[in-house]
């Protein structure tokens, strides 16, 4: 399994924007539709990766524990689904079922939305402040697929503690490591 880091988007972009189908709902979604009050997280995901699977019980572990006080939630899936059929949006759906997703979860079939975040793998996490600006992006933590390490979600966890109570967040950030998108 191959393993891709975050490209680390610089801190203080906005977060750009999107129009993107849900495979959830069947509704066409923007970044405004899922920001929350105090801030959003923005995933980058996909139903057949090794780290996602990995990380997928946090993940959410973290959006139950943080929707709640004013953080927005959105998966975004920008596979190639003609050469990794795996990932086409009907699948997409059935991974968010099973997984009891309570976020939507976008079909990126251009790959616009990853170039534009600068996505490079599966999981890519990225915070924004209530200002839309990025805060935070990297990885969940130190724990991957057979490293022993537990899953803890501590990297991200203590950005959006920053953000909900209005705290500075480390710049030092890690990125994450996982899947490389795959690309058209």
Excluded at 139 to 151: C, H, K, M
């Amino acid at each position: 399994m191959a393993q891709t880091p975050s490209n680390m988007l610089p801190l203080g972009t906005i977060a750009p924007d999107f129009h993107l189908r849900d495979t959830n709902s069947n509704e066409y979604k923007t970044f405004e539709d899922c920001k929350g009050e105090k801030g959003t997280v923005v995933m980058f995901i996909c139903n057949h990766c090794p780290f996602v699977h990995h990380v997928m019980e946090e993940v959410l572990k973290v959006v139950n524990d943080y929707r709640v006080q004013g953080i927005g939630f959105v998966a975004i899936s920008s596979n190639d689904v003609v050469k990794y059929p795996q990932d086409a949006p009907e699948l997409m759906t059935e991974f968010a079922f099973e997984n009891g997703f309570e976020f939507p979860y976008l079909f990126d079939e251009t790959q616009e939305v990853a170039k534009a975040y600068d996505a490079a793998c599966t999981p890519d996490f990225y915070l924004f402040d209530n200002q839309n600006k990025l805060v935070y992006r990297g990885q969940l933590d130190d724990s991957r697929p057979a490293n022993g390490i537990p899953l803890s979600g501590s990297d991200l966890r203590s950005a959006i503690d920053g953000v909900v109570t209005n705290r500075l967040i480390n710049p030092d950030q890690k990125p994450s490591i996982g899947c490389n998108i795959k690309w058209n």
